[in-house]
């Protein structure tokens, strides 16, 4: 016999109850329940969850991607529940079965329909617990749909209902999509007040922490440091949740520092370094103490901090970053651009965050140029050298090869020495605050470390010794390459590195030792601006006057004259000017027929001018639209579009044209499939004609042959017909048939009756 549980057997005994109670109507609701709503919301809770999950900050305006489970979650959940609309119409879940298919829309992105299911709700279910819900999410499908003024209309009426009625919850979703749009509108001081205003009116604790937290960031990214710094403190002091309060102390220690607060900022750091609850934590605490003590300009300090970090989280964002703040440090502090350049490659490689990767890349290939420069400078100057000394080549040759053994030996010793016993000195020390685990001179020297610590590629690099090259160009092309790179590894220092003391160098040889190059007026105006950073405004008056005065030749000529305000040289003087202007002259005045002609004509002559595309463009706009002459001004944009394409008239009248050359071909197809259809028709009619001369030859020519024949019936059919197309009579070929057919019969019939008469006489 089957046994129940206790829960099975009051279930069922509470059923006959139901009945009782509730009557039909109560069985209805009961079975639809169990039958439909029950699997239709659960599946939707599971949708809407995944959905959820992709949302990482309370305020987050971008859009929810659909995972593929929820997208067939969702669709089984709009079949559902429009089942239930459909088969339970008159059950009390008619209007949660709306909501969901309003919801399922929603995040299908067809708010459209969304809105619909919403406002049916609203319309057909006016005594639904559920009103409130609903309006607050007809605000959210207005807001997708872009009905902004709408939106913000329906949000703030469902807030203040919403604190009327005490639904804590409905009332934090409209502030949050309305703080979520401004913040989307970039109106920060709209968002940042209606978070306030949340804050003064809320109780839960939780979410407060939550708003205080993206309060502070919107205070942050608007660089008030000061109200961000107390939005961060009033977070630690209300949230309970370990991530959201480690966020805000980091938080809080980059508003210290940014307000120039660095003491205070290096001791919170320093305490939450001292809390073993933050170990997994310590990459980023360890790269923002490192960034604080640059800040402080204790640069040594600063640069083995980053250095451990590099070195210790070798995969983690903070090591690309430490990477990319010891490159500058390469760069600005220590004017040392080999080991920057070192760095920044490394950051290049490494998982550095988007907002550090445009820079870097540009530092990277500034390097490179860098690189390339300097580089290129030593190696010509040395191959000069083996031209002058080819005895230079062969001790270098000697030097680089004797150094490669070197370097091959050292690495057989270190490979036999690798089974040495990894140094644990550091464990003892590795809770020390004020000593970093590990420096540079550690790296560089590559001491043992911690048996957790990986050791990276991330060390200053040694200076790699190039194998020498045996020069292939003259003395002479050796020194202008060296003049080129020269002229540009200045420039570089000029507008790059901001070196002046290296700009004054460079410009200096250069002038002193090819003071007739072509780069002698770009040196003076650089040499100019360089005693203008310093002060000295006479010597630089005095290089730029030189170059107005001696360099009129040359374009830069007026960048001096800018700075002495004297006038400026016109160059490039074109003497189509007057022309062009002259028949614009008459454009104006309604002389077309006068104007055109010199139009044409300064493209004609002058078709190197920058006048001659805008002088077609006129001329092609007047025949089209005053004198309407489409073919004529077609002519004209088609020149320009053949020899002018890159000029603003070319990329104009592209469209224009291309619709012009469809059109005409379109004519050109009907012109031809009318010419031949006509040819068509003619010749029909001349085989028609000729049909009709054919059939009656036939007939006039049929009635003499029969009589011919009837008189001569033994004549010749053959003899016959040759005898007419001697007379340039030809018969049809049907005609033909039947006279050589009468003749073989007669033949044959002659045959029959020699052959017969033979027989008798024998």
């Not at 402080?296 to 210790?312: P, S």
């Not at 570089?492 to 901001?498: H, W």
Request: proline share 3%; hydrophobic share 35%; glycine share 2%.
């Amino acid at each position: 016999m089957r046994s129940y549980t206790l829960r099975q057997k009051i279930f069922f005994s509470f059923i006959p109850v139901l009945l009782l109670i509730g009557g039909c109507g109560t069985w209805g609701n009961f079975t639809t329940y169990f039958n439909r709503y029950y699997n239709t919301k659960t599946l939707f809770e599971k949708a809407e969850k995944l959905i959820l999950a992709q949302k990482k900050d309370l305020f987050s305006t971008k859009e929810f991607k659909i995972p593929g489970l929820a997208r067939k979650q969702l669709a089984n959940v709009i079949k559902s529940a429009s089942k239930i609309l459909q088969f339970n119409s008159d059950s009390k879940y008619v209007d949660n079965a709306l909501l969901i298919l309003g919801k399922s829309f929603y995040y299908e992105k067809n708010y459209q329909k969304a809105l619909r299911k919403f406002e049916e709700l609203i319309a057909t279910q006016p005594n639904s617990d559920l009103i409130l819900e609903t309006r607050l999410w007809i605000g959210k499908a207005q807001m997708k749909l872009k009905q902004d003024d709408q939106s913000l209309a329906t949000l703030e009426a469902v807030k203040q209902d919403a604190i009327k009625e005490e639904e804590t919850k409905i009332m934090q979703d409209a502030f949050i999509e309305e703080i979520a749009y401004r913040i989307r509108q970039e109106d920060y001081a709209a968002a940042i007040k209606s978070a306030n205003e949340f804050l003064k009116i809320s109780d839960d604790d939780d979410m407060n922490a939550k708003v205080w937290y993206e309060l502070g960031n919107l205070y942050f990214d608007n660089k008030d440091y000061v109200n961000a710094g107390n939005a961060y403190l009033q977070t630690i002091d209300v949230a309970s949740k370990y991530k959201i309060i480690y966020n805000a102390q980091i938080k809080l220690a980059k508003s210290l520092r940014n307000e120039n607060k660095l003491e205070e900022a290096a001791n919170l750091l320093d305490d939450m370094k001292s809390k073993n609850k933050n170990a997994e934590n310590f990459p980023e605490i360890d790269l923002e103490i490192g960034l604080t003590l640059l800040q402080m300009n204790k640069l040594q300090d600063a640069k083995d901090v980053l250095f451990k970090v590099d070195t210790l989280y070798p995969r983690s964002p903070f090591s690309a970053i430490a990477k990319y703040r010891l490159g500058e440090i390469y760069e600005v502090n220590f004017l040392n651009f080999d080991s920057a350049k070192v760095f920044y490659q490394q950051a290049q490689r490494s998982a550095l965050p988007k907002e550090y990767k445009y820079d870097n890349n540009k530092n990277v290939n500034l390097f490179k140029s860098y690189s390339k420069l300097v580089g290129g400078i030593k190696m010509f100057s040395k191959q000069i050298e083996y031209i002058n000394n080819p005895d230079e080549f062969l001790k270098d040759s000697a030097a680089y090869y004797k150094q490669k053994e070197i370097e091959r030996e050292r690495l057989l010793s270190k490979q036999k020495s690798i089974t040495t016993p990894i140094n644990t000195k550091l464990n003892s020390t590795s809770n020390t605050k004020s000593k970093p685990l590990l420096t540079e001179k550690d790296i560089t020297n590559k001491k043992a470390i911690n048996i957790n610590t990986k050791i990276t590629k991330n060390t200053i690099p040694k200076k790699i010794i190039a194998p020498p090259v045996r020069p292939t160009l003259s003395a002479d092309s050796l020194r202008s390459l060296i003049l080129n790179y020269q002229f540009d590894l200045g420039n570089l220092y000029s507008t790059e590195f901001n070196l002046p003391d290296s700009v004054y160098k460079y410009f200096s040889y250069i002038l002193k030792n090819h003071p007739d190059s072509k780069y002698e007026s770009q040196s003076l105006f650089s040499l100019g601006n360089y005693y203008l950073g310093v002060g000295d405004t006479l010597k630089a008056d005095s290089l730029f006057n030189e170059i107005y005065e001696n360099h009129k030749d040359k374009r830069i000529v007026n960048l001096a004259a800018t700075m002495l305000n004297k006038p400026l040289i016109v160059f490039d003087y074109d003497s189509t000017k007057n022309i062009y202007n002259i028949a614009e002259k008459n454009l104006e005045d309604g002389k077309y027929k006068e104007a055109i002609p010199d139009l044409y004509n300064i493209y004609k002559n002058y078709p190197k001018s920058k006048y001659a595309p805008k002088a077609l463009y006129a001329a092609g706009w007047v025949l089209e639209n005053k004198l309407s002459l489409p073919d004529s001004a077609a002519e004209m944009y088609s020149l320009i579009k053949q020899k002018y394409p890159a000029t603003i008239y070319g990329k104009k009248i592209f469209d224009k044209v291309n619709i012009y050359n469809q059109e005409m071909k379109r004519r050109k197809r009907l012109r031809d499939a009318k010419i031949k259809a006509e040819l068509v028709r003619k010749n029909r009619e001349l085989e028609k004609q000729k049909n009709k001369v054919t059939s009656a030859r036939k007939n006039s020519l049929s009635i003499p042959i029969r009589t011919l024949l009837k008189k001569n019936p033994n004549i010749q059919r053959s003899a016959l017909l040759d005898s007419l197309k001697k007379l340039g009579i030809i018969l049809p070929d049907s005609i033909k048939r039947r006279l050589l057919q009468n003749e073989r019969k007669m033949k044959l019939k002659k045959s029959n009756v020699k052959r017969d008469s033979l027989l008798i006489e024998r």
